[in-house]
């Protein structure tokens, strides 16, 4: 009989501790961020998908060297570079990432040996289509300069 | 395994649970034979997120598998980073730099934390309370923005290189750390009195969803469920590997078996958490985070090279199996909860289904890495 | 007041609009509450302070497919949402917001209400029966056993009151509790039985049931979603689904309603006929205390993790029905000593 009362008056308290945690929280700020009309500045390390990084006259950084290609787990990187005539370096034609398989483990930052591959802070990313996630990365450098 | 309850035909029916369901928390299915409310029989039916990892190891390089290790159990990915990077490094014979040997220990335990938080919220929400689980996400959210900061990841992390890590951590991370651990303290105390004392809760975990000392070893399992019906076993200790012997941290074991025991477990492991990554801090040295010397391409030499990591589920192994090449051989990966689920057929028939759900939950099952 | 058929219309007319409004904002209060509990806003989008969610789900449940499942069982399952909703439409004709604001005052209106609120319960039973889920049927099952444990110290409760009262009409029993705050029933210290310790033992135990009876967190074990995905309605779409969530926010009107006038003083002001407007017994005062009331309500949902069914039955038969019994019986005995 005891343990009938004893069992009433601490499971009635435990309760009541528990809707006052409740309520203090209930006239507290929301700690959410309404997310399309304010967004979080992403850090500086964050991993979005690959960018080139280019020099002053915006040409890219790479040699064509390819490690990056070999580094890729999921071999989303495709490029192609040419000698021009009477060039000594490789120049890079086309540099395609396909985002629908890129998993941001950022091997391919980290085999390039020519600082030429970083990490975008793109994460605003979403289409209804895939060919979006297809991207000519070339394509994008010259458009960040404009 | 103790005999199956002779079914009578003519008086069950057969509830398929999942591969869609609330409870599962994933794709999966269990088989429950029901006579009304009570289980007779609960088969399990894994395999629909079954990804081949395994498989994918003997095909990729090294370090072309690391990501891989993210993708298996969402929530404490780092722990199994730590667990690959551990075994190849015991193959190749590499040395870790103290200071990476700390932050390591640093992010998984803050992983841990961040696991358990998830597991809470979880848990909490399948016994029908909505809010705790929106207490914890916010906890949860400072660990991974804390996360995010260092690694540029919030999920996959994939931050532990073979010998070191990824990048170094700042200044701002520490003291970010050191401010988490203040908050998170008196976080608990909330929960403690929000969740844990609750009557409701404790009378639906008190007694129910009973796993003997026995049948743990039994079924293998490991963690928190092990450590919840009193086998003292935890790899940080048992088997130390990285800092673990040289920080001061208990093991939590309960004698309860029950659900309210693991769940107990738990939430004195988050504290103990909280205290290894405040030593680690204190500790930290300062130096390199990478070795000076790595080997170019990682290849190990032939032979049968073993690792096990505590996650915040238990036991993760891995055997490494090299031919000397550059893909591994053979690549086992003895994941926790896969054990810790199959005792559930076991243990939960004569339940009523909703505390054979609790139970459910209180295993803290992640499916992808029980299907990997 | 003669019964005529336009009174008629217009009394039903006028309870489908209040319970329809107060369905519809109910869940735009659940869902701020929710929100403020939980450290987050709540519906924002629409309107100022997301005011216009509740319309604009209306439009969307009603433009949706009404989804029939083949296998169910048809004339029930299309009777099933009805019967949810309708009790509780009929049960606020007799309810008294005020001492003249009733649509048709009955002489035995608490029972009128069990009555119909027993109905309630059956809803939840047929919907399940007539899903052929398995989900529903064991979801209907245990609503149906929910009903029967919480009805009886619901009752007897209630019993408790009409014999202070003496008498079953809704507006007399308020008409005894209107001097002052200290004059209702809710309090030990009663002009009819001296003093009562258990009374306010016996208006929690009351309001433990009407949240029972309503199907709320804690009790909502017929939707436990974790377990029953979504219990008995889990094949309903569409207005069907539409009809019974409103009918919960109906039944919990109701239920407040009920709490206010046997315990609280229905439209009494706390401090007494005091003559200046807003001290006066009116109106006001109920809205303002069932809403009081539903606050709680949705205080203790986002508070608590759900009951089993087993530790609902142990509740109701260890605790609320010997309880409530005894203070029957002390009650019973006091009207005589006084």
């Known amino acids: 009989m005891g343990g009938y009362f004893s069992d009433l008056f601490s499971g009635t308290k435990s309760l009541l501790d528990g809707m006052w945690v409740t309520l203090k929280e209930f006239p507290k700020r929301p700690v959410t961020l309404s997310y399309p009309h304010e967004s979080l500045k992403m850090y500086a390390r964050y991993r979005g998908h690959i960018e080139l990084i280019g020099d002053e006259e915006n040409k890219p950084n790479c040699v064509v060297c390819g490690m990056c290609e070999r580094a890729c787990p999921s071999g989303c990187i495709h490029l ?18 396909d985002f629908t398989t890129c998993s941001l483990c950022g091997s391919c930052v980290e085999s390039c040996n020519f600082d030429a591959i970083r990490f975008s802070n793109e994460y605003n990313l979403a289409s209804t289509r895939k060919e979006d996630f297809i991207i000519d990365l070339l394509k994008r450098l010259e458009e960040q300069d404009k | 395994m103790s005999q199956p309850i002779e079914l009578q035909k003519d008086e069950t029916f057969v509830l398929n649970v999942g591969p869609q369901h609330p409870a599962t928390h994933g794709v999966l299915r269990v088989k429950m034979t029901m006579d009304g409310e009570y289980i007779y029989k609960a088969e399990t039916v894994l395999g629909y997120i079954h990804r081949m990892h395994e498989k994918m190891a003997e095909n990729r390089t090294y370090p072309q598998y690391m990501p891989n290790m993210g993708r298996l159990d969402y929530l404490s990915a780092m722990a199994f980073n730590h667990g690959y990077a551990l075994v190849v490094e015991r193959a190749c014979g590499i040395e870790v730099p103290e200071r990476a040997e700390y932050i390591r220990v640093i992010t998984v335990e803050l992983n841990r934390i961040s696991s358990h938080l998830v597991w809470l919220g979880a848990y909490v929400l399948d016994l ?94 490991t963690g928190p469920v092990a450590r919840g019906s009193g086998l003292n076993y935890d790899v940080r200790k048992n088997e130390p590997y990285s800092v673990y012997p040289e920080l001061d941290f208990d093991i ?43 080997p170019k391409l990682i290849k190990p030499p032939s032979g049968d090279y073993y690792a096990a990591v505590e996650t915040a589920r238990g036991n993760f192994g891995i055997r490494l199996v090299s031919d000397g090449g550059k893909n591994a051989y053979r690549l086992k990966l003895r994941s926790p909860t896969y054990s810790n689920m199959h005792l559930f057929d076991e243990a939960c028939r004569g339940m009523l289904l909703a505390d054979a759900l609790a139970f459910m939950g209180s295993l803290d099952l992640v499916i992808p890495e029980m299907d990997r | 007041m003669s019964l005529t058929l336009l009174n008629v219309v217009l009394a039903v007319f006028i309870a489908i609009c209040f319970v329809g409004a107060n369905a519809a904002y109910l869940v735009w209060c659940e869902r701020k509450g929710a929100g403020f509990y939980q450290r987050r806003p709540g519906p ?55 001492d003249n604001i009733v649509a048709h005052p009955i002489d035995v209106g608490v029972l009128v209400i069990f009555a119909f609120a027993a109905l309630g319960g059956m809803s939840l039973l047929v919907a399940g029966w007539g899903s052929r889920n398995k989900y529903s049927m064991i979801s209907s099952v245990r609503a149906v ?55 306010p033992v016996s208006f929690l135990i009351l309001f433990v049931c009407s949240v029972a009876e309503t199907n709320r967190a804690p009790f909502d074990l017929g939707e436990a979603e974790s377990e029953l995905v979504a219990g008995f309605h889990t094949e309903y779409s569409s207005m069907g689904f539409g009809l019974f969530f409103m009918g919960e926010y109906a039944n919990i009107v109701i239920g407040s309603c ?34 009081l009331i539903i606050f709680v309500f949705i205080w203790i949902r986002w508070t608590f993790p759900r009951t089993t069914i087993y530790g609902l039955l142990n509740l109701s038969w260890k605790y609320l029905i010997p309880i409530s019994l005894f203070n029957l019986l002390l009650t019973a005995g006091l009207l005589k000593v006084f």
């Open chain 1, 80 to 97: 192609a570079g040419e000698k021009p005539e009477g060039g000594k370096k490789k120049v890079l034609t086309s540099y395609t990432l």
């Open chain 3, 145 to 199: 056993s929910q009903t029967v444990a919480y009805e009886i110290p619901l009752l007897i409760t209630t019993i408790t009151i009409v014999m202070i009262s003496g008498s079953l009409n809704l507006g007399d029993i308020v008409q005894q509790q209107l001097d002052g705050f200290l004059s209702w029933n809710v309090w030990p210290l009663h002009k009819e039985v001296g003093f009562n310790l258990l009374m």
């Open chain 2, 252 to 294: 939590p074991v309960n004698d309860g078996c029950d659900s309210y025991a693991r769940y107990l477990v738990r939430m004195e492991e988050m504290e103990q958490s909280l205290r290894i990554i405040e030593q680690a801090l204190d500790k930290l040295p300062e130096g390199p985070v990478n070795p000076e010397k790595k």
């Open chain 3, 44 to 98: 924002m989008e629409n309107g100022w302070w997301g005011l216009l969610q509740p319309p604009i789900d209306g439009v969307k449940l009603m433009t949706k497919q009404l989804l029939i499942p083949g296998g169910v069982d048809k004339a029930i399952f299309m009777v099933a949402p009805v019967l949810a909703m309708f009790p509780a439409l009929i049960s606020f004709v007799t309810i008294p917001f005020s």
């Open chain 2, 128 to 221: 029908g309370g909505f809010t705790p689980l929106m207490y914890c996400f916010d906890d949860r959210e400072q660990i991974l923005d804390l996360l995010e900061s260092v690694t540029g990841s919030r999920l996959t992390y994939c931050y532990f290189r073979f010998g070191g890590l990824y990048n170094d951590i700042d200044d701002e991370f520490i003291t970010g750390t050191r401010a988490f651990i203040i908050r998170m303290r008196k976080e608990l105390k909330m929960y403690a009195k929000l969740v844990t004392g609750n009557i409701i809760l404790m009378k639906r975990l008190q007694g129910h969803g009973i796993i003997d000392k026995d049948m743990c070893q039994r079924y293998g399992a």
């Open chain 3, 258 to 291: 009920l709490i206010t006038i046997l315990f609280l003083g229905g439209w009494s002001c706390p401090f007494g006929d005091l003559g200046i407007f807003p001290f006066t017994h009116n109106v006001g005062w109920f809205l303002l205390k069932i809403y």
